[in-house]
């Protein structure tokens, strides 16, 4: 992974971000940002220390009628960088429907994070499947 060659170190739940020198990859982190809000944990997050920045990556399966406001929620939810006292903040919103349908904003995300091209048939596949899975559970219960 790019992380691990660029000298980043994984970290994990609530982990203090002074520590490292260069980046983290930060996973399900709660940040602290300018509003409250209920849930205030990106998926991912790289922060860069040394240049100042951060990159949120988040992801959402809405319903099909519903990827426009879901993209337009992940993109003003994390206002964070005069807290931090960053230079700058991009918010990657990763959005797939319950369905497969894939918005094309996500799709230049994906190409942006260098991810091979069939990532998106795997990403649809998981989400068909989760989908299948929970229907089947309604349907079929044990």
Known sequence: MAW????CKKRGRGTD???QPKEDLLVYLSIEIDRSI???RPDTVIWDKVAKTALII???VPQDYNLARAYG???TKYEMRDIY???K???????ISVNGLIPRKTTEHLKELSL???AILWIQKAVILGTVNIIRKVLHPH
């Open 4 to 7: 691990k060659q660029n000298g």
């Open 17 to 19: 971000i002074g520590e």
């Open 38 to 40: 209920e849930h205030n």
């Open 58 to 60: 988040d992801f959402t």
């Open 73 to 75: 929620e992940k993109i």
């Open 85 to 87: 006292q960053l230079r």
């Open 89 to 95: 903040v991009d918010i990657m919103p990763l959005i």
């Open 116 to 118: 091979p091209q069939n």
